[in-house]
């Protein structure tokens, strides 16, 4: 197979936010306890392995507690001396009892300690617009308040200033089964409240649609306006999760070819949502002052046999890895529009960067993705013009086809950075690569992801299955350039320019 990729320098898209490589813990299985926190009372502390390998890819921001536990969370639950704080079921996920021993300021260190952005959803669902604004005093407020002297004496005299506050998730389902209406209406009395509190004014974050529910975002925004002005909002989030928990493309390590493909065109419909959610939002906010973002997003498999079904731990093979690339990708493509993306979720739940068992830490394949596309993070994003052609498979509905390869560039310091993902199994694909409007100088470094068996995964007994390559020079000089990607793979591509 053939392809050309064109590489447009003089057709800047925007900079790719940093926040696009976002992540999402919830209170959810073994997210938070056995996951970024161990032992227990007291003694709790954050899992070393699990803060070194976070660390690595970068994280800009990490969303929490939830999620759907976000609107059966009370904040005050989860401060003060660990023994006092009460226990409480949590009702969506397992029903399990939360200790409450991971809070606000065990999620600030957390954050500290892997250079991230918190970011709090706050609890709309069963909670008040009084208590979000108290959580917001309390964690940024610089002066003497009775809840800043409370976050003094437990142990914060320095204001936290949280930036990123959601107001709500998810809140057609689990975070009150509002209407849109409804949601706007409640949207619009939580928001008046939540102020700067004289740290940097928060920035507001409005639960967006299910998938590219159209219907949901034009109804929002048409009740939140009502003639009155939008009020506080920056952020708008719709969640879209690459659904597979009817099995229709198999499990987590066990699919046919085709199944493999029809997960990963599903992953591609990402794009149709951003492009069709903006074009409403357009019609409401055309200078584009609410940002997209992409809340939730990544694989969700059927329940694991002999896990909790509850708890949403899924393996994680070179097929959730590409999924990562090929939304990442999509998001690079579209760096004028989404401003943040949290992959759900970070550790041991649904798609995982990284899994742990006691204070044991291996990455997944979808880790390395992250490690891999770094380098846009904060880059300029070009346009890129692919020619490729297309793969056929049997899918669920019908015929079904994917792209043979498609990927995003970006630009920093005369460096550019391309990451193609090919999901051809068994296909490698010959491209012919020109940056058009400037020349390669010096080597070209290739680094790759990929395996001969497209279940590969990694497990404590093999840690290192899927791994990137060690980076490889590539030859080249001037205008244009050939160069095979290997069949199921995704590879970054890093060119020096004159
Ligand atoms: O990430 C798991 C769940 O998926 C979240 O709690 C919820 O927001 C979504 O439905």
Same mark, same amino acid.
């Given at each position: 197979?053939?392809?050309?990729?064109?590489?447009?320098?003089?057709?800047?898209?925007?900079?790719?936010?940093?926040?696009?490589?976002?992540?999402?813990?919830?209170?959810?299985?073994?997210?938070?306890?056995?996951?970024?926190?161990?032992?227990?009372?007291?003694?709790?502390? !954050?899992?070393?392995?699990?803060?070194?390998? $976070?660390?690595?890819?970068?994280?800009?921001? !990490?969303?929490?507690?939830?999620?759907?536990?976000?609107?059966?969370?009370?904040?005050?639950?989860?401060?003060?001396? &660990?023994?006092?704080?009460?226990?409480?079921?949590?009702?969506?996920?397992?029903?399990?009892?939360?200790?409450?021993?991971?809070?606000?300021?065990?999620?600030?260190?957390?954050?500290?300690?892997?250079?991230?952005?918190?970011?709090?959803?706050?609890?709309?669902?069963?909670? #008040? +617009?009084?208590?979000?604004?108290?959580?917001?005093?309390?964690?940024?407020?610089?002066?003497?308040?009775?809840?800043?002297?409370?976050?003094?004496?437990?142990?914060?005299?320095?204001?936290?200033?949280?930036?990123?506050?959601?107001?709500?998730?998810? #809140?057609?389902?689990?975070?009150?089964?509002?209407?849109?209406?409804?949601?706007?209406?409640?949207? =619009?009395?939580?928001?008046?409240?939540? =102020?700067?509190?004289?740290?940097? +004014?928060?920035?507001?974050?409005?639960?967006?649609?299910?998938?590219?529910?159209?219907?949901?975002?034009?109804?929002?925004?048409?009740?939140?306006?009502?003639?009155?002005?939008?009020? =506080?909002?920056?952020?708008?989030?719709?969640?879209?999760?690459?659904?597979?928990?009817?099995?229709?493309?198999?499990?987590?390590?066990?699919?046919?070819?085709?199944?493999?493909?029809? $997960? $990963?065109?599903?992953?591609?419909?990402?794009?149709? !949502?951003?492009?069709?959610?903006?074009?409403?939002?357009?019609?409401?906010?055309?200078?584009?002052?609410?940002?997209?973002?992409?809340?939730?997003?990544?694989?969700?498999?059927?329940?694991?046999?002999?896990?909790? +079904?509850?708890?949403?731990?899924?393996?994680?093979?070179?097929?959730?890895?590409?999924?990562?690339?090929?939304?990442?990708?999509?998001?690079?493509?579209?760096?004028?529009?989404?401003?943040?993306?949290?992959?759900?979720?970070?550790?041991?739940?649904?798609?995982?960067?990284?899994?742990?068992?006691?204070?044991?830490? @291996?990455?997944?394949?979808?880790?390395?993705?992250?490690?891999?596309?770094?380098?846009?993070?904060?880059?300029?994003?070009?346009?890129?013009? @692919?020619?490729?052609?297309?793969?056929?498979?049997?899918?669920?509905?019908?015929?079904?086809?994917?792209?043979?390869?498609?990927?995003?560039?970006?630009?920093?310091?005369?460096? $550019?950075? !391309?990451?193609?993902?090919?999901?051809? @199994?068994?296909?490698?694909?010959?491209?012919?690569?020109?940056?058009?409007?400037?020349? &390669?100088?010096?080597?070209?470094?290739?680094?790759?992801?990929?395996?001969?068996?497209?279940?590969?995964?990694?497990?404590?007994?093999?840690?290192?299955?899927?791994?990137?390559?060690?980076?490889?020079? &590539?030859?080249? #000089?001037?205008?244009?350039?050939?160069?095979?990607?290997? #069949?199921?793979?995704?590879?970054?591509?890093?060119?020096?320019? =004159?």
């Amino acid at each position: 197979m053939a392809a050309t990729i064109d590489i447009l320098l003089d057709e800047p898209i925007a900079t790719i936010d940093p926040n696009v490589y976002g992540h999402f813990a919830e209170h959810l299985g073994e997210c938070i306890y056995d996951g970024v926190w161990t032992g227990e009372g007291e003694a709790g502390r !954050l899992v070393e392995g699990v803060v070194a390998a $976070l660390r690595r890819v970068r994280p800009a921001v !990490l969303r929490w507690p939830g999620g759907c536990f976000a609107d059966d969370y009370h904040w005050q639950d989860g401060i003060g001396p &660990v023994a006092n704080r009460p226990r409480r079921i949590n009702i969506h996920w397992g029903e399990v009892v939360e200790s409450n021993e991971f809070g606000t300021h065990e999620f600030v260190r957390l954050c500290r300690a892997i250079g991230a952005a918190p970011y709090f959803c706050g609890n709309v669902g069963s909670g #008040s +617009p009084r208590e979000l604004r108290d959580w917001v005093e309390y964690c940024n407020f610089p002066g003497d308040t009775a809840w800043s002297a409370l976050r003094a004496a437990n142990g914060d005299p320095e204001p936290f200033n949280i930036h990123y506050w959601g107001v709500g998730n998810e #809140s057609w389902g689990c975070g009150g089964n509002f209407t849109p209406e409804e949601y706007a209406a409640h949207y =619009r009395r939580f928001s008046t409240y939540l =102020r700067d509190f004289g740290g940097d +004014p928060p920035y507001l974050i409005a639960c967006g649609p299910n998938r590219n529910d159209l219907d949901w975002t034009e109804r929002f925004f048409t009740k939140l306006h009502e003639g009155r002005g939008f009020g =506080r909002i920056h952020g708008y989030a719709p969640h879209y999760y690459t659904s597979n928990r009817d099995g229709h493309a198999g499990t987590d390590t066990a699919y046919t070819d085709d199944q493999w493909y029809a $997960l $990963l065109a599903q992953a591609t419909e990402m794009e149709a !949502l951003i492009v069709g959610q903006r074009a409403v939002m357009d019609r409401f906010d055309p200078e584009r002052k609410i940002g997209m973002i992409i809340d939730e997003w990544g694989t969700w498999h059927p329940p694991t046999p002999g896990r909790n +079904p509850r708890f949403l731990w899924q393996q994680n093979t070179l097929r959730d890895a590409l999924v990562a690339a090929l939304s990442l990708d999509i998001f690079g493509r579209h760096a004028d529009t989404v401003v943040m993306a949290n992959i759900a979720q970070t550790v041991n739940v649904l798609q995982a960067l990284l899994l742990t068992e006691g204070e044991r830490v @291996i990455t997944t394949p979808t880790y390395h993705v992250y490690d891999l596309y770094a380098p846009h993070q904060g880059a300029q994003a070009l346009r890129v013009a @692919i020619d490729a052609p297309t793969i056929g498979f049997a899918a669920p509905g019908g015929a079904g086809a994917l792209a043979a390869l498609t990927g995003s560039a970006s630009l920093r310091d005369r460096i $550019l950075t !391309l990451t193609v993902v090919n999901p051809g @199994i068994g296909a490698p694909v010959e491209a012919t690569i020109t940056p058009r409007g400037a020349a &390669v100088s010096g080597a070209i470094e290739e680094t790759v992801l990929t395996h001969d068996d497209i279940h590969a995964h990694n497990t404590f007994d093999a840690p290192d299955t899927v791994t990137l390559s060690a980076p490889r020079a &590539v030859t080249a #000089s001037g205008g244009t350039f050939t160069h095979t990607f290997a #069949s199921q793979s995704v590879t970054r591509l890093t060119i020096p320019l =004159r």
